[in-house]
């Protein structure tokens, strides 16, 4: 039975052996897993940063130096500061290996291994993430105050308040409970954490949970392309073949 050469076209072109295999990567991050106070620079996954007013145009400074907190704890934890004790906006996590219970009268338990920061005086305190490539990203968050205080204003945002993916506000040991967003992002995007003090910063410190799993866009796994690419190329020349012999064959008759 002879076929004709159309039939055959689709049947070397696309053999039932040969299927592209899409895979998607996906990637995790965790604000306090990944926490440093090594690295903090503009090419940093995450980095901590701050605004010297309160306008969230995405553009936020980075802060310089670490310190041991300045509130009455028995063993102090370290946070990113900007050296201004009048304004103190920081970025932190408890790294002493235990919790600490702030004095004062605040009965603050800042937690073993917890990150929290703290907007200053007229000033944002940010916790940015930077997308490594693009994809979907999953976002799955908590942000809670643990002190007898507030209110604070929280944003997540990505690159600036043009794209608030989520907001609200915290008042003396409220919490937003488990959250989750999903959003697009391009590589070199941020996705930016903001605290803004409403005014007073007295015991404005809050405690962020997050965990982010960027899933990249799908390729075709490089092995299977190769075979699929040979495979064509080689059904390509049968057809080739086939065409000339039916070429003959009709020139005979």
């Known amino acids: 039975m002879k076929f004709p050469l159309a039939v055959i ?34 090419s940093s996954t995450w980095s901590y940063r701050y605004a010297t007013d309160l306008e969230r145009d995405g553009d936020y400074l980075l802060y310089t130096t670490v310190n041991p907190i300045a509130d009455p704890f028995t063993v102090k934890p370290s946070v990113w500061n900007d050296g201004d004790d009048g304004s103190p906006a920081w970025v932190g996590k408890n790294t002493t290996g235990g919790d600490q219970i702030s004095g004062g009268g605040n009965n603050w338990n800042w937690q073993a291994d917890d990150v929290m920061f703290h907007p200053g005086v007229g000033r944002l ?57 999903s959003t697009t992002v391009a590589q070199g995007d941020r996705i930016n954490f903001l605290l803004d003090p409403v005014g ?48 003959r064959e009709a020139h005979d008759h």
């Open 9 to 42: 076209f689709r049947m070397t072109l696309f053999p039932a052996t040969c299927s592209l295999s899409l895979h998607a990567d996906v990637i995790t991050f965790d604000v306090a897993t990944d926490f440093s106070f090594a690295n903090n620079t503009e």
């Open 125 to 181: 305190s940010v916790i940015s993430w930077l997308a490594p490539q693009s994809g979907t990203l999953t976002l799955n968050y908590q942000l809670s105050d643990d002190i007898s205080g507030g209110p604070v204003s929280w944003f997540i945002e990505q690159n600036s308040s043009v794209q608030t993916l989520a907001n609200g506000s915290l008042t003396s040991q409220a919490t937003t409970g488990p959250q989750q967003l």
């Open 200 to 247: 007073s910063i007295g015991t404005d410190a809050v405690v962020i949970n997050a965990s982010l799993s960027l899933q990249t866009n799908s390729v075709p796994e490089p092995a299977t392309l190769q075979k699929c690419l040979f495979a064509v190329v080689g059904l390509a020349v049968l057809f080739a073949k086939k065409r000339a012999n039916h070429q």
